[in-house]
């Protein structure tokens, strides 16, 4: 059975330096680089509800409401 391992392009490892070089394990979530010994553990995604709510407003109500003041 073949071991799947996905690049990621433009990746330069940071410690021998070489670009192209870093893979992801899908199984595991190893990031690593193939040409020296450098691996280091995927992050994790964290959840976004902690975060504060973005308030949109529309700038010509905005303005309309200033030039009433």
Known sequence: MKKFVQFIAGAICPKC???D???INSED???YCVKCD???KRPEEKELSDQKEINVINLDDFKSNRDKI
């Open 17 to 19: 330096k070489a670009g």
């Open 21 to 23: 070089t870093i893979a």
């Open 29 to 31: 979530n190893l990031i």
């Open 38 to 40: 450098f691996t280091e």
